[in-house]
């Protein structure tokens, strides 16, 4: 078969480019989704960066710092359908939420809205804002396997109180790999006068990302996921309206002097993964951009249909192509309680995937990167587990 599309075939062969990485061959790593891997040029360039920074630490970090920042925003920017005046550099998706959460004005006494596939690290975030705000959390509950755009608005909307401020929501769901169609969500919200957080942790590089368009108040997104950035790498968005009063969950020297001076300097820390996100940029780009995220979801569409092909099972999404991007999460005919001797017999034969209890079952996980991934891993992977699930129905 074919799983290339609108692309130059030689660009995008699967695997061709799987020496630029790290990854000990002895494993399949099928789990690009959790942390990212970074290609060896990526690494060069952080390293660089690095040496440059400790040949001379004042006049790198004071000196020269804020327009390195202010360059790469520009390019992201371009890169997110962005504009750059909005754009902060972040550690993580999660320090990104934690400084929104803490800029929100919420009283006691609002409620903010997410939903059931949120990823959990986010609702403890929001579990900690509420005990110190005296404010309270909601999950709408989105079905497992999500047939149509109506059914996830209805089910988020129907959760909608008077007192609902604020709604975080999904780019891309971690324990379904669902894509959440949030430029919808985002409009019947700023309808409803709730404000919008998009927790795009998945969404740069993995699908194409346009901020303006999307209509939130405030996106996160990680560049060490699927952009491949050096570990540490993210941007946070702001509307025009919120820039001013989006403050860095640490305060610093530039505390209520904007969004980049807030952002720019969380303290005295390195900041080479930022600097090195334009050699990943560069990367992803030179492996063909859109084409790239396109080969991406073809093999995990072709992984999800060989494994649900080898188990007797529905591959949920696979013929919504919208629905999905370069992961995809199956149901597993197994009770919840079988997800971590399932994940501990697959790190046994050293397949790295999640494996996780989730909506009163077993879900699994695939990944594809198509630059180290390939078809054969997700045959191989098939062909095992029949045995698995069936010795622990
Ligand atoms: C949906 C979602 N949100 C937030 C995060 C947190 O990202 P980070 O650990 O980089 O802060 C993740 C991580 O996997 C995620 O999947």
């Known amino acids: 078969m074919s799983l290339i599309r609108n692309s130059s075939a030689t660009e995008l062969v699967p695997g061709a480019h799987r020496a630029a990485f790290l990854l000990d061959p002895t494993w399949d790593f099928l789990n690009h989704g959790s942390f990212g891997a970074c290609p060896r040029p990526v690494l060069e360039a952080q390293r660089r960066v690095q040496e440059e920074l400790e040949a001379q630490p004042v006049a790198f970090l004071v000196r020269t710092l804020p327009e390195r920042l202010e360059a790469l925003r520009r390019r992201f920017g371009a890169f997110l359908g962005a504009d750059p005046a909005g754009l902060a550099f972040i550690q993580n998706a999660t320090t990104g939420i934690a400084s929104v959460l803490g800029s929100v004005p919420l009283q006691p006494g609002d409620r903010v809205l997410t939903t059931s596939h949120r990823y959990y690290a986010v609702r403890r975030a929001l ?60 409009a019947e919200a700023r309808q409803r006068g709730i404000l919008t957080l998009v927790d795009g942790a998945h969404a740069p590089g993995h699908v194409p990302v346009d901020l303006r368009a999307l209509g939130a108040d405030w996106w996160v997104g990680n560049l060490h996921k699927w952009l491949c950035a050096p570990k540490g790498a993210a941007l946070l968005w702001a509307a025009e309206a919120h820039r001013g009063a989006t403050h860095q969950a640490i305060p610093s020297h530039g505390f209520q002097l904007g969004l980049h001076a807030e952002f720019d300097w969380p303290g005295t820390f390195d900041p080479s993964a930022w600097l090195a996100s334009g050699a990943a940029l560069d990367l992803h780009e030179a492996w063909g951009g859109p084409a790239l995220m396109a080969a991406n979801h073809a093999l995990a569409g072709y992984g999800q249909r060989q494994i649900a092909a080898a188990l007797g099972i529905e591959p949920p999404h696979a013929d919504s192509p919208d629905r999905y991007g370069a992961m995809a999460a199956l149901r597993l005919p197994l009770p919840a309680a079988q997800a971590k001797p399932l994940y501990e017999a697959l790190i046994k034969r050293r397949f790295e995937l999640p494996i996780q209890p989730f909506a009163g079952a077993v879900w699994l996980r695939i990944s594809a990167f198509s630059p180290y991934n390939v078809p054969d891993q997700y045959d191989r992977l098939a062909a095992l587990l029949p045995t698995l699930v069936r010795g622990l129905a």
């Open 127 to 186: 579990d900690r804002g509420a005990a110190a705000g005296g404010w309270a959390v909601d999950e709408a509950p989105l079905p497992a396997v999500v047939l149509d755009d109506d059914c996830v608005i209805e089910a988020i909307f129907d959760k909608v109180t008077p007192k609902t401020r604020l709604l975080v929501v999904d780019a891309l769901t971690s324990p379904s790999a669902l894509r959440l169609p949030v430029e919808r969500i985002c």
